[in-house]
């Protein structure tokens, strides 16, 4: 039987296998999809390692994601635009060798759009931080054609490479891309995305509550207990909040797509996994 995982450290709290499971029984596919803990200075031999035991292929959580871009022979436009890759397919060298993909902006996107119906053409979107999660979502930011980005980072430099990187995408989708700082990225923006550890550290919300205006879609990247503080803030100052748990079982889809070939149907899993995660403890 295929087999897949998800590399990371730490990696125990993933809940990549249950929706991977549910993929495959959703698509009649014959898979087994399980968790591999690499250490902190071991990611290339444990990929190496699961790949040649047979693996098929596998997702790569933080810190990783780096790394696993650059051990592709062969990547996709947005993995090279983000730089990091979060999903591995583990091609013969005859067929070009291994290949990757970042799938978290496209499942970011996703669920913006579809599940939680709201339009990004057009519109004003603040995308706070510049590291990883950042640069894996902006490509596909900007491909949904909103009128403006603006990249709201601690440190200026950061910013500055991931929006020059993104600059000739932006050009030719006709995207206003700028850079500012968190203290002062702008107001009233239509789209306000938290791409940073905030949630995750137990942090305050890295922006002023100005940069919403009544009624934006505020979404945090982080799931669960980490992303309620960010939820809380939104609902305060007239937001719709929103957390990262929708963009997860569609970036999931994006790779079951690459490894499988069929796209499975995400509602019911979002559905079921949005109930185990919101009941009471």
């Not at 005859?94 to 970042?102: K, L, R, T």
């Not at 709201?118 to 990883?132: E, F, K, M, S």
């Not at 640069?135 to 430099?157: K, M, S």
Request: net charge neutral.
């Amino acid at each position: 039987m295929d087999r897949y995982v998800v590399i990371g450290h730490p990696v125990e709290h993933s809940r990549s296998p249950a929706i991977h499971a549910r993929f495959a029984a959703l698509t009649g596919q014959a898979l087994v999809y399980e968790r591999l803990l690499a250490p902190l200075d071991g990611f290339v031999e444990t990929v190496r390692g699961f790949a040649a035991a047979g693996g098929r292929g596998c997702n790569v959580t933080v810190p990783f994601k780096f790394e696993a871009w650059q051990l592709a022979a062969r990547r996709t436009p947005r993995a090279e635009l983000a730089q990091a890759a979060n999903t591995l397919r583990f091609d013969a060298e005859a067929d070009g060798g291994w290949w990757c993909d970042n799938t978290d902006g496209a499942g970011l996107v996703r669920d913006i759009t579809v599940n939680a119906g709201v339009a990004l053409a057009g519109r004003r979107v603040l995308l706070i931080g510049a590291g990883g999660a950042a640069a894996g979502v902006l490509g596909p930011l900007i491909e949904a054609r909103p009128a403006g980005i603006v990249i709201a980072n601690r440190t200026a430099q950061k910013a500055e490479a991931l929006a020059l990187r993104h600059a000739a995408l932006a050009r030719e989708h006709g995207v206003a891309l700028q850079i500012a700082p968190l203290e002062a990225p702008g107001e009233a923006f239509d789209v306000v995305i938290n791409g940073t550890a905030s949630s995750l550290s137990g942090a305050g919300v890295p922006v002023p509550a100005e940069v919403l205006r009544p009624g934006a879609l505020a979404l945090d990247m982080m799931y669960g207990a980490g992303a309620r503080g960010f939820l809380a803030w939104a609902a305060e100052h007239g937001a719709t909040g929103r957390d990262g748990l929708g963009m997860l079982v569609e970036q999931a889809a994006e790779a079951f797509l690459a490894w499988r070939g069929v796209r499975p149907d995400t509602a019911p899993v979002l559905a079921e996994l949005r109930a185990r995660v919101d009941a009471p403890r």
